[in-house]
């Protein structure tokens, strides 16, 4: 055999050795390009100086939950921007911000059940399914809802449960909820909600009108709901009746 043809066999019998290594790396999933973008966010938006979100737990879930999945394909980019997006159908998902502070005043605890009224994206159902034990959401606009409730499923949150419906009225056969959070803003406080709240139990909601609302920690103990505002907020309406026939 020629020294020629000796290098030239070798050379195939090197290849042909590389190619199980080569499938093989093709099976695994290249390492998400959003991490250092999902880091950024949570170390120079959320834990900024006067933003006031300081559990760990929440910081931990933001930074894993994968925001840019539950976006429009064409707002990737923008993701993990300190910024709302819109999802379609005139909505949006919140600002990271938003979602942090809302959860981080929700003290969530891993055994909670907890209902949200407006899924939307179903980014802040997936942020509190890795922080609680169930998480039940509502979405008054059905497409929203099935668009959530399959991401949701694709992303493995099997504790979330999606219903489309008006949240107005809660999800009341799976009351009582240890924590509430709704993130579209009625005129008021629906009794519906505050009567499907444990004792002991806490509600994050936006109230007022469009450009003149307040976020407000709600803590129910015995027949009294304390009542606390703590950020102004531009959230969505709250649609459908808000109990009215
Ligand atoms: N939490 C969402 C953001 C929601 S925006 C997220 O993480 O992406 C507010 C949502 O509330 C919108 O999708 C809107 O359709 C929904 N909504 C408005 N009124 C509602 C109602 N009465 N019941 C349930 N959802 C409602």
Redesign the pocket.
Known sequence: MSRAVRICLAFQFALLALQPAAALAADIPAADPFAAARKRMVEQQLTAPGRDVTNRRVLAAMGKVPRHE?VPAELRGLAYADQPLF?G??????QPFI?AFMTDKLNPKPTDRVL????????????LSELVAQVY?????EP?AHR?EADLKRLGCTNVFVRA????KGWPEAAPFDAI?V??A?DRVPQPLVDQLKQGGRMVIPVGPLYDQNLYLLEKSGSKVKRTAILPVL????????GKP
């Open positions: 539950l999802i159908h005139g909505q949006t998902i919140s979602v949200e009224i407006g899924t939307g994206s179903g980014y802040q159902a997936a942020v959401t509502i979405e008054i606009i929203l959530a419906g008006d949240g107005y959070i993130t579209c009625p959230f969505v309406p709250m649609t459908g009746g808000q």
